[in-house]
C-alpha cells in the first residue's frame, strides 16, 4: 500500500518531457518533488504563475508570489506571471498538458465530486470546474476509500459534481487504474496488495484482464 | 495627459453607498485592496453583494467586513479559510454564490470588454449549471455565463502613474487587471505613485484608460496567508 508520498511518486512517472502541468492542493503538489530531473517541465499555478519552483528560503518569502494554495513559493528562469482570465485561458484552451488533482468521490464513467459536502463542508470550486472541464489528461490522485473505509470510487458520485466524464485516470494507495466506457480498468496494483483486496475497496465496477502488475515506483 | 489622482482613501471611496455591488481584486490575501477594504469598515457600509475570489481570513481582507455584517452576498470561487463567513453561510445569514474561478474572471473581462455574455465548459452537468442556457459547440456542452454588473472596483496595484497607468507585482496580479474597468467606477490603491513619464509604456500591465482614481496606499502589511520555506 502506498502512503501520499507514494501516490506522488507514482503520478510523477506520467509528467513527460515538454509538459506544462497543473497541480491541485494536497497530494497532488506533492508530484513537483519526484518529477525526473531530466526532463523539461513547467508547473502552472492557477493563481497567475508558470515555472513555479520550490518554496523559498526562509527570510526569502514574498507576500506577492504565491501558488494556488496560498503557499509562499519561488520562480525558476523562464517562469512568467499574468493575471486571472489569462491563466484560465490556458486552462480552457487546452494549453495546459496534464491536469493532477484531487477528488473525494470519482464514479465509473469519468465523474468527478471533490468541492462540497451538503450541509457539512463548502469550500467552494475555486478553479476546479475550469479545469475538469477543459483539460484533455487529468489524473485523480486520492486515497481508494474515505476515513469510515468506505469506497471512493463509485458506480454513481453521490456528492454534488464538479465535472462529468472528465476522469481519465485514477492513482490510488492501491492501485492505478483507467477510466473506460465499461469502468475502471485495474492498470497496476501498489506494492503488496493483491487484486482481491482492491476488488472490495471499489464500489464500481472494476475491470480485471489477465494478470495485474504491481506498479514499478 | 489625463490625471487620476485622488487625495486618498476618503476622496476615492466617495460615491460608495449601502447595497452596492463591488468588485475587489486579490487571490486569498495576495494583491488585495487592503486600504479600501480598510476605509469600508470605517464607513460602515451595509449590504454590500462583494465579487472577489476569497472571503479573507477571519480578521484580515474582507473578513473584516463580514465580521461586522457589512456583507449581504458574497460571489466567489473558493471560500475555506474563513470560520466567519462559513458560519454566517451555513447559517444562512450571509448569500452565497459559489462560481468557477475562471468563470469569475472571465466574467469580470467581460464587463470590461464590452461582452454581455460567453459560454464556457465550466460547471456543466454541475449544480452551477442551473437555470443556464446551454449549448453545443463542436460535439461539446457549454454553459452561457453573462458579465457582471458592477458599480465600483477596487484594486490593488504595484506602481501605478498620474494618468492611471498600472504595474502589478508577483501573483498580486490575479483579478486585479481583469477588474479594472469593468464596474461604473474603478479605484486603484498603489504602492508607488510616480509622476506620468517615469513608467516605460512598453511595460504597463493596465493603461489608465480602464482606471477612474488612483492614489497611494498609506500602509501594506501585505499579510502571508501560509508561510512555507524550506532550509538551506
Sequence with gaps: MLDKNGIAKRIAKEVQDGYYVNLGIGIPTLVANFVREDISVEFQSENGVLGMGPFPFEGEEDADIINAGKQTITTLPGASFFDSATSFGMIRGKHVDLTILGAMEVSENGDIANWKIPGKMVKGMGGAMDLVASAENIIVAMMHTNRAGESKLLKNCTLPLTGVECVKKIVTNLAVLEVTNEGFLLLERAPGVTVEEIQKATEGNLIIKGDVPEMIL | MIKKVVSGVHEALEGVTDGMTLMLGGFGLCGIPENCIAHLVTLNIKGLTCISNNAGVDDFGLGL???????????????????????????????????????????????????????????????VAKGKETREFNGKMYLMEEAYKADFAFV???????????????????????????????????????????????QIHVPGIFVNRIFKGETYEKRIEKRTVRTK
Design chain 2, 156 to 202: 490593488k496595484a504595484w506602481k501605478g502613474d498620474e494618468a492611471g497607468n498600472l504595474i502589478f507585482k508577483g501573483t498580486a496580479r490575479n483579478f486585479n487587471p481583469c477588474m479594472c474597468g469593468a464596474a461604473k467606477v474603478t479605484v486603484v490603491e498603489v504602492e508607488e505613485l510616480v509622476p506620468a513619464g517615469s513608467l516605460d509604456p512598453n
Design chain 2, 65 to 127: 467586513l463580514l465580521q461586522k455584517r457589512q456583507i449581504r452576498k458574497m460571489i466567489s470561487s473558493y471560500v475555506g479559510e474563513n470560520d466567519e463567513f462559513e458560519r454566517q453561510m451555513l447559517s444562512g445569514e450571509l448569500e452565497v454564490e459559489l462560481t468557477p474561478q475562471g468563470t469569475l474572471a472571465e466574467k469580470c473581462r467581460a464587463a470590461k470588454a464590452g461582452i454581455p455574455a460567453f459560454f464556457t465548459p465550466a460547471g456543466y452537468g454541475t449544480e
